[in-house]
T-cell receptor
Framework: AQTVTQSQPEMSVQEAETVTLSCTYDTSENNYYLFWYKQPPSRQMILVIRQEAYKQQNATENRFSVNFQKAAKSFSLKISDSQLGDTAMYFC????????????????FGKGTKLSVIP | GAGVSQSPSNKVTEKGKDVELRCDPISGHTALYWYRQSLGQGLEFLIY????????KSGLPSDRFSAERTGGSVSTLTIQRTQQEDSAVYLC?????????????????FGPGTRLTVL
């Protein structure tokens, strides 16, 4: 079974600064997908970024980028120029694709990191 | 377009009663997932639908939990004889699934969840 670990339960960052959230995972699979989701107080889970394990290039989405280290099984999220709207719970998630009719594509989540952006 | 919607937003029930939670996925999404988010357990996968079939029910915690999906669209999660430990936020997500040609590895979009409180 896959496990996802987020070792930082809470973090804070000054507005306009950069912060990095860490995530490690354990799997014996070679092909998989990794995600960062954001959950603000509204409860709506919002995709921040995704990474395919077969791609060596780190994914980026505007102010959000990842540092994907496959051998180390590490997938950290960097938020640049932090904004007040970035305040939320951030969840790292793992997906092992199943290329058969009986499989599923469930996400396995870490426990989350609560990020507070301070004005 | 419209996102994933869930109803009710909040549900308070008495121990032993049955509850039904509803999920309306994004139009055209063939895959649908239910997750449970609780303080003690974090985010857990419950069940996955592809169309009206449920290839993966492995996350349902007991036989008190069941789910169905009709017309390849709306899904209902039913909890019978609710217990206090069922109190949690129940999240639904949908994705293009097999329709995308990506074998279900496409992004899952989440609804705002239903907060269930069992007294």
């Amino acid at each position: 079974a896959q496990t996802v670990t987020q070792s930082q339960p809470e973090m804070s960052v000054q507005e306009a600064e950069t912060v990095t959230l860490s995530c490690t995972y354990d799997t014996s699979e070679n092909n998989y997908y990794l995600f960062w989701y954001k959950q603000p107080p509204s409860r709506q889970m919002i995709l921040v970024i995704r990474q395919e394990a077969y791609k060596q290039q780190n994914a980026t989405e505007n102010r959000f980028s990842v540092n994907f280290q496959k051998a180390a099984k590490s997938f950290s999220l960097k938020i640049s120029d932090s904004q007040l709207g970035d305040t939320a719970m951030y969840f790292c998630a793992f997906m092992k694709p199943s290329y058969s009719g009986a499989g599923s594509y469930q996400l396995t989540f870490g426990k989350g990191t609560k990020l507070s952006v301070i004005p | 377009g419209a996102g994933v919607s869930q109803s009710p937003s909040n549900k308070v029930t008495e121990k032993g009663k049955d509850v039904e939670l509803r999920c309306d996925p994004i139009s055209g999404h063939t895959a649908l997932y239910w997750y449970r988010q609780s303080l003690g357990q974090g985010l857990e996968f419950l069940i996955y639908f592809q169309g009206n079939s449920a290839p993966d029910k492995s996350g349902l915690p007991s036989d008190r939990f069941s789910a169905e999906r009709t017309g390849g669209s709306v899904s209902t999660l039913t909890i019978q004889r609710t217990q206090q430990e069922d109190s949690a936020v129940y999240l639904c997500a949908s994705s293009l699934g097999w329709a995308s040609g990506s074998w279900g590895t496409d992004t899952q979009y989440f609804g705002p969840g239903t907060r269930l409180t069992v007294l």
